[in-house]
């Protein structure tokens, strides 16, 4: 079965901490939000450096219908690229008539989880406008005794969702997401926890996808991350520029879209598609 790469679009949201926040909470949301945006850019690029191995395994009513290992990185074009090193998918059934019943729900079965992928990628929060629209509501909890913050929010993407992130309140470096949504009527869980190196390269440790009335369970595992001709310890991001002038632009921007759309002298679409080219102008 070819099993889709439900996780591989999961963004990196990078929640940053309450304290020491002098601004009104409107424009040091909008900071965050540029931050935010940054701090995407420089993960993305660093991701596209690296190879790495990420295991893949569908269970359906608890037997394990596929298992599959890829090696996983980027090519020339910026595209993700994966080599199968293993794919044991469950074998079909001798007889015509059974091999084609399963292999209609095989079909069904793929198509489901491609769906259920685009449902997923939406909480990657893919525009500075939905970033900026999550965190105005959300509710920031923390730092925890463990140096953690959280945020929540409902109604992220469907009607009485959640989105919770935890994140370093130091590093600002993202721990822990979970999701619990709705899909063709049946509930949808999502818990992936995150790992940094030590280049600061912050990805999917491990992530499940569960749907409790289907009996299904997407469980991927990313591990052994190399970045090919380059000697340990090289390649370390230097650290972040302070507040440029054209990000304070950019802020600035972003509260007034927020604003005409909050008055409804823009519509969502708009609004949506003015903040994602202020937020490639921001990332380049």
Do not use: C
């Not at 409902?154 to 370093?168: C, K, M, N, R």
Request: proline letters at 5%.
């Amino acid at each position: 079965m070819k099993t889709p790469s439900m996780l591989a679009a999961i963004a990196v949201l990078v929640a940053a901490p309450a304290a020491g926040l002098a601004q009104g909470k409107a424009e040091a949301t909008a900071v965050k939000a540029v931050q935010i945006a940054n701090a995407r850019k420089a993960n993305a690029a660093l991701m596209h450096r690296y190879t790495w191995h990420s295991r893949t395994e569908l269970i359906v009513q608890g037997a394990v219908k596929d298992t599959r290992i890829d090696l996983v990185s980027y090519g020339p074009a910026g595209q993700l690229q994966r080599t199968v090193l293993n794919d044991q998918s469950a074998r079909l059934p001798i007889g015509f008539l059974r091999r084609a019943i399963i292999e209609h729900e095989r079909q069904e079965t793929e198509a489901y989880l491609k769906g259920l992928q685009g449902l997923l990628e939406q909480y990657t929060l893919p525009t500075a406008g939905k970033v900026l629209d999550f965190m105005m509501q959300a509710q920031l909890i923390g730092p925890d005794a463990g140096g953690e913050v959280e945020m929540a929010g409902q109604g992220v993407v469907v009607p009485g969702d959640t989105l919770t992130v935890w994140a370093d309140a130091r590093t600002r470096q993202l721990r822990r997401v979970k999701v619990a949504s709705t899909y063709q009527g049946n509930a949808v869980n999502l818990d992936a926890t995150f790992k940094t190196l030590p280049s600061r390269l912050t990805y999917v440790a491990y992530a499940e996808v569960t749907v409790p009335a289907k009996q299904m369970t997407l469980q991927v595992q990313n591990f052994d991350f190399t970045r090919p001709g380059e000697p340990a310890g090289a390649g370390a991001p230097a650290a972040a520029p302070a507040r440029s002038a054209s990000q304070a632009a950019a802020v600035q921007k972003l509260r007034e879209l927020k604003s005409l759309q909050s008055q409804g002298l823009i519509t969502e679409a708009q609004y949506q598609a003015e903040s994602q080219k202020l937020l490639n102008q921001i990332v380049q």
